[in-house]
T-cell receptor, first 117, second 112 residues
Framework: GAVVSQHPSRVICKSGTSVKIECRSL??????MFWYRQFPKQSLMLMAT?????????EQGVEKDKFLINHASLTLSTLTVTSAHPEDSSFYIC?????????????FGPGTRLTVL | KQEVTQIPAALSVPEGENLVLNCSFT??????LQWFRQDPGKGLTSLLL?????REQTSGRLNASLDKSSGRSTLYIAASQPGDSATYLC???????????FGTGTRLKVLA
């Protein structure tokens, strides 16, 4: 299957700083990418849909000014957590959507663990 | 509201047992359903993807079935091994959207 990478895999930062997480589709182009968040012992919750060349669509309850998403190319989407606080500590996972002749499929990245001190 | 529920939330079995994990969804208009495995602190590993036109998929000791009319999918694991211990997540892609809705997960522990 197609490969999606995330960088960094783990980041620790001080409260009040901003953190950027990259999501890349390595061997395919993805017009749409998705960002999920997973708190400990909970399932994945969709945060936003990232469309190449246009503004992201955020799920209800997700602050767009806090979680900045940029999808500048067909292979890269970035999520920036601005002014991070300890409650933002979580596991962030992206996925990239691709369309074949007979299917639509999403491929998931390995995740980024963010710890805010 | 489109929801996905998994039962049981946790399961502990002795090695060698065959087991079934359940996933139910509220809307039968789905595009596909995917089963994932997640090890502690790790990302997702895709196990099986079932398109809406399919009734089951098999990979090794794993078999996933799909019954859209009843809103259910099951993941069958044959001859369980300690290495199967992980959290298993079911995710549904509803028609008309490109967003997966994830279930609450089943934490499986296989005892040696």
């Amino acid at each position: 299957g197609a490969v999606v990478s995330q960088h960094p895999s783990r980041v620790i930062c001080k409260s009040g700083t901003s953190v950027k997480i990259e999501c890349r589709s390595l061997d395919f182009q993805a017009t749409t990418m998705f960002w999920y968040r997973q708190f400990p012992k909970q399932s994945l919750m969709l945060m936003a849909t990232s469309n190449e060349g246009s503004k992201a669509t955020y799920e209800q309850g997700v602050e767009k000014d806090k979680f900045l998403i940029n999808h500048a190319s067909l292979t890269l989407s970035t999520l920036t957590v601005t002014s991070a606080h300890p409650e933002d500590s979580s596991f962030y996972i992206c996925s990239a959507w691709t369309q074949g002749d007979n299917y639509n499929e999403q491929f998931f990245g390995p995740g980024t663990r963010l710890t805010v001190l | 509201k489109q929801e996905v529920t998994q039962i049981p939330a946790a399961l502990s079995v002795p090695e060698g047992e065959n087991l079934v994990l359940n996933c139910s969804f509220t809307d039968s208009a789905i595009y596909n359903l995917q089963w994932f495995r997640q090890d502690p602190g790790k990302g997702l590993t895709s196990l099986l993807l079932i398109q809406s036109s399919q009734r089951e998929q098999t990979s090794g000791r794993l078999n996933a079935s799909l019954d859209k009319s009843s809103g259910r999918s099951t993941l069958y694991i044959a001859a369980s091994q300690p290495g199967d211990s992980a959290t298993y997540l079911c995710a549904v892609l509803y028609s008309g959207t490109y967003k997966y809705i994830f279930g609450t997960g089943t934490r499986l522990k296989v005892l040696a």
